[in-house]
């Protein structure tokens, strides 16, 4: 064919922000506009709102709304007095904030393996993880769970062996907010379960946000203490070293409406991960839900032998078709965390990961077409 008539490579998006902003239109203008009226941008109505909303739709009995899911996290730690000779229990395969927030207390993070199919915390090396712990003479005082690209870790099990250690359970689920197990979402399943509104996460605002979940009233008072400084019975009453990370009323009035189409785009997700799966599954090792479990695919990660993906990548781009790496180095590969334990010194599972996968683009407005060209490429990249 000759070049010149040849059409336009059209790039397509990773995540497609834009398209959900163009639906929701108005509403988001409008529910910005009361915010810049009533000019109560910090602890505004709409934040009220938004936290008893949230914690409904999460079948938890309170939500805390905050300014990011790192500091979701921090201030779950904060409450629980996690400090210096304390380790935290998370997996090494997930975004570095799961253990960043646990060495910001002053406390150890101690990574554990997790499983090749599910992607998360092996339940079996969270058990080990507390002897690795101990034998370093630390306090195992609490494990973070993390719902790796939108599906739930395995609660029931990490309930089990938390119970058995007498560990707290603070869930991650920055990625995995509105996916169920066992018929209940994230956010009712941990004691307390962290959450992220970044924008590309699969609830995000227009900028940073974050929130905690939990049935704790006692841990509730703490947050919204925590979030203002450590305030007691006013702002200049201050009871305890906080910080200043609160949800920011505009944020919350954005998610207020994103809210509302958020189930119908969980399902049109999910129908798009059907598609990937049926189009790609003789090619690729494509990701499996366990029964009685749904993901909200904050990503969708297909698995490669070692050394396959970059050529996969190397030929999907120049067809405009972007793939991202999550994540080609584990926690305990990164210059600022190798210095922390690992169990059984060597989590394999976690290393094999970070060398197989890759991710296509995934958001809830992903159009048959668009996805085919994506699952064409994919097949004939891979079966060239
Ligand atoms: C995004 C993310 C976070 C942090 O959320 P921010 O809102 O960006 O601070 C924490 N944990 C995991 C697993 C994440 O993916």
């Known amino acids: 064919m000759n070049q010149s008539v040849r059409a336009p490579i059209v790039p397509i998006p990773f995540i497609d922000v834009g398209a959900q902003r163009r639906r929701l239109g108005r509403a988001i203008d409008d529910a910005i506009a009361r915010v810049t009226t009533h000019c109560q941008f910090i602890q505004g109505p709409e934040v009220i709102a938004f936290e008893s909303e949230l914690a409904a739709f999460c079948g938890a009995r309170y939500a805390v709304g905050c300014a990011s899911g790192t500091d979701a996290l921090l201030l779950v730690l904060m409450a629980r007095g996690i400090g210096p000779g304390d380790a935290v229990i998370c997996p090494a395969f997930t975004f570095c904030a799961t253990a960043e927030v646990v060495v910001l207390t002053g406390a150890t993070p101690v990574f554990a393996d997790v499983d090749a199919t599910t992607f998360n915390l092996d339940t079996a090396s969270v058990t080990r993880a507390v002897a690795t712990a101990k034998r370093h003479g630390l306090t195992p005082k609490?494990?973070?769970?993390?719902?790796?690209?939108?599906?739930?870790?395995?609660?029931?099990?990490?309930?089990?062996?938390?119970?058995?250690?007498?560990?707290?359970?603070?869930?991650?689920?920055?990625?995995?907010?509105?996916?169920?197990?066992?018929?209940?979402?994230?956010?009712?399943?941990?004691?307390?379960?962290?959450?992220?509104?970044?924008?590309?996460?699969?609830?995000?605002?227009?900028?940073?946000?974050?929130?905690?979940?939990?049935?704790?009233?006692?841990?509730?008072?703490?947050?919204?203490?925590?979030?203002?400084?450590?305030?007691?019975?006013?702002?200049?009453?201050?009871v305890r070293i906080g910080m200043t990370s609160r949800l920011d009323t505009i944020q919350?009035?954005?998610?207020?409406?994103?809210?509302?189409?958020?189930?119908?785009?969980?399902?049109?997700?999910?129908?798009?991960?059907?598609?990937?799966?049926?189009?790609?599954?003789?090619?690729?090792?494509?990701?499996?839900?366990?029964?009685?479990?749904?993901?909200?695919?904050?990503?969708?990660?297909?698995?490669?032998?070692?050394?396959?993906?970059?050529?996969?990548?190397?030929?999907?781009?120049?067809?405009?078709?972007?793939?991202?790496?999550?994540?080609?180095?584990?926690?305990?590969?990164?210059?600022?965390?190798?210095q922390f334990p690992v169990v059984d010194n060597g989590i394999p599972v976690t290393d094999r990961l970070a060398e197989e996968v890759i991710s296509l683009p995934m958001h809830a407005y992903l159009d048959a077409p668009t996805q085919d060209r994506i699952i064409e490429a994919v097949r004939a990249a891979l079966t060239a």
């Open 142 to 238: 609490m494990v973070i769970p993390v719902d790796l690209f939108g599906l739930p870790a395995d609660h029931d099990a990490i309930a089990a062996v938390a119970k058995a250690e007498g560990l707290f359970v603070l869930d991650d689920a920055a990625q995995g907010l509105g996916a169920t197990y066992k018929g209940r979402r994230l956010g009712s399943l941990a004691p307390a379960t962290a959450t992220s509104f970044f924008p590309a996460k699969p609830l995000g605002c227009y900028g940073d946000g974050g929130a905690v979940l939990t049935d704790d009233a006692g841990l509730v008072e703490l947050l919204k203490s925590l979030r203002v400084h450590g305030q007691g019975s006013d702002r200049y009453d201050n």
């Open 252 to 338: 919350a009035a954005v998610l207020t409406e994103k809210l509302k189409i958020f189930a119908e785009e969980i399902a049109a997700r999910d129908r798009i991960a059907q598609r990937y799966a049926d189009g790609l599954k003789d090619v690729a090792l494509v990701p499996i839900v366990p029964e009685g479990l749904t993901s909200v695919w904050a990503q969708y990660t297909i698995r490669l032998a070692p050394g396959v993906r970059d050529g996969l990548a190397g030929k999907l781009r120049p067809q405009g078709i972007p793939t991202v790496v999550y994540y080609p180095k584990p926690l305990h590969r990164l210059e600022a965390y190798r």
